[in-house]
């Protein structure tokens, strides 16, 4: 049922899409992990620190979040930018780039989107609430993005690019970038 459903999704993927349909995928992806993503997590943050943790970092939390929230943004914002330039789409997966992207932050990790991510979620987290919940947040929005990237966009990376993405994936680390010379 699982892999009828990949398939499926698979087939739409691969037709092309329109530069406005593109756009509009670009703008609802980034309304969703950039307002409703996080706001899910916050709550979810909120919750078990309500019932379960105590704020006791309030001293540092300012800057860490702060920190934590351009840095991610800062990351996002590079990604996308090389995923729209050098990958000729979007990082919506109904309208993904047409070559594999091994440039720019995509050198230094496989899923530099979702570390900027996580660093976003972790700063807002923490302005908005406590380090209690800006982690909890990061954790979770790890868990459920690695495991969207491992089951799912793998294999469908797998399948559209083959060799060339494994060797891109044994050399690249997975979310924790590598510093390497090459």
């Not at 078990?48 to 996002?76: C, H, N, P, Q, T």
């Amino acid at each position: 049922m699982l892999q009828r459903l990949i398939d499926a999704l698979a087939g739409q993927i691969a037709k092309p899409k329109s530069f406005w349909y593109k756009l509009v995928a670009a703008i609802l992806g980034a309304v969703i992990f950039l307002a409703a993503v996080p706001a899910l997590l916050y709550w979810a943050g909120f919750a078990v620190e309500k019932y379960l943790l105590a704020d006791r970092w309030a001293g540092f939390k300012s800057a860490v979040g702060y920190v934590s929230v351009v840095l991610g943004l800062a990351i996002l914002g590079w990604s996308l930018l090389v995923f729209g330039l050098s990958g000729r789409g979007t990082a919506v997966p109904t309208a993904p780039p047409q070559k594999l992207i091994v440039t720019g932050p995509y050198k230094y990790c496989r899923n530099p989107i979702q570390l900027g991510a996580l660093l976003y979620y972790l700063g807002i987290g923490i302005l908005f609430g406590s380090v209690a919940i800006g982690v909890l947040m990061l954790l979770i929005g790890l868990v459920i993005g690695g495991a969207y990237h491992k089951f799912i966009e793998e294999r469908e990376l797998l399948a559209k690019f083959g060799q060339e993405y494994e060797a891109y994936k044994m050399k690249t680390p997975f979310i924790i970038p590598k510093f390497r010379k090459e």
